[in-house]
């Protein structure tokens, strides 16, 4: 998840992984929507300013939102798809679902 592409001389495109000090490793943006009436088409409008801003070249390629709403809050996790594929989202998936739940359950 720390992968970015970046332009090579060549005109080619190459993978670089980079370390844990190279620049933000993902990006946090809280939205308070709480005030909001359509509070659908408020998470719509800034989820897709959050994966249109994703960059290849410099990072990160995680980029989270978190969606605070009067019905509750709602968490956008936005990933490129270069650096993610099915199989990894459904381990990604599970393993945010355990931490969720243990944190639930005071462990």
Known sequence: LRTVYRNTENGVYAAWNRGIDEGE??????????????????????????????????????KLGLFRCADGDH???????????????RIL???????YEQTLSGQ
């Open 25 to 62: 490793l993902y990006s946090l943006e809280v939205v308070d929507l709480t005030g909001t009436e359509d509070c659908d088409a408020a998470i719509e409008a800034k989820a897709n300013e959050i994966q249109g801003g994703i960059d290849l070249e410099n990072g990160p390629l995680v």
């Open 93 to 99: 998936f599970e393993d945010l679902a355990t931490g």
């Open 75 to 89: 968490l956008l996790i936005a990933i490129h798809h270069l650096v993610v594929d099915g199989v990894s989202w």
